[in-house]
Nanobody
Protein backbone atom coordinates (compact mmCIF):
# COMPACT_ATOMS: atom_id res chain seq x y z
CA UNK A 1 0.00 0.00 0.00
CA UNK A 2 1.30 3.42 -0.91
CA UNK A 3 -0.09 6.53 0.72
CA UNK A 4 -0.04 10.03 -0.72
CA UNK A 5 -0.99 12.88 1.58
CA UNK A 6 -2.02 16.28 0.25
CA UNK A 7 -3.98 19.37 1.13
CA UNK A 8 -1.64 21.13 3.50
CA UNK A 9 -0.83 24.79 3.25
CA UNK A 10 -0.70 28.13 5.00
CA UNK A 11 -3.87 29.36 6.67
CA UNK A 12 -4.73 32.04 9.18
CA UNK A 13 -5.89 31.18 12.66
CA UNK A 14 -9.57 30.31 12.64
CA UNK A 15 -9.40 28.99 9.11
CA UNK A 16 -9.93 25.52 7.69
CA UNK A 17 -8.10 22.96 5.63
CA UNK A 18 -8.97 19.51 4.37
CA UNK A 19 -6.21 16.96 4.11
CA UNK A 20 -6.50 13.96 1.83
CA UNK A 21 -4.68 10.65 1.92
CA UNK A 22 -4.95 8.66 -1.29
CA UNK A 23 -4.03 5.00 -1.08
CA UNK A 24 -3.12 2.45 -3.69
CA UNK A 25 -4.09 -1.19 -3.54
CA UNK A 26 -7.25 -3.23 -3.51
CA UNK A 27 -7.42 -3.79 0.24
CA UNK A 28 -8.06 -0.17 1.24
CA UNK A 29 -11.21 -0.93 3.21
CA UNK A 30 -9.45 -3.49 5.40
CA UNK A 31 -7.13 -0.94 7.00
CA UNK A 32 -7.50 1.43 9.90
CA UNK A 33 -6.33 4.86 8.86
CA UNK A 34 -5.01 7.55 11.14
CA UNK A 35 -3.50 10.98 10.96
CA UNK A 36 -0.48 11.92 13.01
CA UNK A 37 1.38 15.19 13.19
CA UNK A 38 4.88 16.24 14.05
CA UNK A 39 5.94 19.74 14.98
CA UNK A 40 9.62 20.77 14.80
CA UNK A 41 11.59 19.26 17.64
CA UNK A 42 8.67 17.20 18.88
CA UNK A 43 7.54 13.62 18.63
CA UNK A 44 5.00 12.40 16.12
CA UNK A 45 1.61 12.57 17.82
CA UNK A 46 -1.70 10.95 17.09
CA UNK A 47 -4.44 13.23 15.79
CA UNK A 48 -7.36 11.10 14.58
CA UNK A 49 -8.16 7.57 13.47
CA UNK A 50 -10.98 5.79 11.69
CA UNK A 51 -11.89 2.12 11.77
CA UNK A 52 -11.85 -0.33 8.91
CA UNK A 53 -14.59 -0.94 6.36
CA UNK A 54 -17.43 1.52 7.02
CA UNK A 55 -15.48 3.67 9.44
CA UNK A 56 -18.11 3.39 12.14
CA UNK A 57 -15.59 4.12 14.89
CA UNK A 58 -13.38 7.16 15.17
CA UNK A 59 -10.99 8.43 17.75
CA UNK A 60 -9.47 11.87 18.28
CA UNK A 61 -6.85 13.37 20.48
CA UNK A 62 -8.42 15.73 22.99
CA UNK A 63 -6.98 18.90 21.51
CA UNK A 64 -8.79 18.47 18.18
CA UNK A 65 -12.14 17.12 19.34
CA UNK A 66 -14.96 19.22 17.97
CA UNK A 67 -12.67 20.86 15.41
CA UNK A 68 -11.33 18.02 13.26
CA UNK A 69 -13.27 15.28 11.50
CA UNK A 70 -11.79 12.16 9.95
CA UNK A 71 -13.67 10.31 7.23
CA UNK A 72 -13.05 7.74 4.55
CA UNK A 73 -14.34 7.02 1.06
CA UNK A 74 -13.66 3.40 0.21
CA UNK A 75 -14.73 3.86 -3.41
CA UNK A 76 -12.09 6.55 -3.87
CA UNK A 77 -9.48 4.87 -1.66
CA UNK A 78 -9.10 8.14 0.19
CA UNK A 79 -9.13 9.25 3.80
CA UNK A 80 -9.83 12.85 4.73
CA UNK A 81 -9.12 15.08 7.69
CA UNK A 82 -11.32 18.15 7.82
CA UNK A 83 -9.69 20.71 10.10
CA UNK A 84 -11.67 23.70 11.30
CA UNK A 85 -10.94 26.51 13.75
CA UNK A 86 -7.23 26.04 13.26
CA UNK A 87 -4.79 27.56 15.72
CA UNK A 88 -1.03 28.08 15.55
CA UNK A 89 -0.65 25.04 17.81
CA UNK A 90 -1.92 22.92 14.91
CA UNK A 91 1.15 23.81 12.87
CA UNK A 92 3.00 20.61 11.97
CA UNK A 93 3.71 18.12 9.26
CA UNK A 94 0.71 15.83 9.02
CA UNK A 95 1.15 12.16 8.15
CA UNK A 96 -1.41 9.55 7.25
CA UNK A 97 -0.87 5.96 8.25
CA UNK A 98 -2.50 2.59 7.58
CA UNK A 99 -2.55 -0.45 9.80
CA UNK A 100 -4.80 -2.76 11.76
CA UNK A 101 -4.63 -1.64 15.40
CA UNK A 102 -7.57 -1.97 17.72
CA UNK A 103 -9.27 1.26 18.79
CA UNK A 104 -7.24 1.57 21.96
CA UNK A 105 -4.05 1.32 19.94
CA UNK A 106 -4.79 3.93 17.31
CA UNK A 107 -2.29 6.32 18.89
CA UNK A 108 0.66 3.93 18.71
CA UNK A 109 2.88 4.64 15.73
CA UNK A 110 4.45 1.19 15.86
CA UNK A 111 1.18 -0.50 14.96
CA UNK A 112 0.96 1.05 11.50
CA UNK A 113 2.40 -0.65 8.47
CA UNK A 114 2.36 2.14 5.94
CA UNK A 115 3.00 5.88 6.10
CA UNK A 116 2.50 8.74 3.70
CA UNK A 117 5.16 11.32 3.01
CA UNK A 118 3.62 14.10 5.07
CA UNK A 119 2.02 17.42 4.22
CA UNK A 120 2.89 20.70 5.92
CA UNK A 121 0.18 22.65 7.72
CA UNK A 122 1.12 26.13 8.89
CA UNK A 123 -1.32 28.27 10.85
CA UNK A 124 -0.45 31.92 11.26
CA UNK A 125 -1.65 34.02 14.16
Amino acid sequence: VQLQASGGGLVQAGGSLRLSCAASGETFSTYVFSWFRQAPGKERDFVAGISRYGGASTRYTDSVKGRFTISRDNLKNTVYLQMNSLTPDDTAVYYCAAGRPVLSGYDQTGLYYYWGQGTQVTVSS
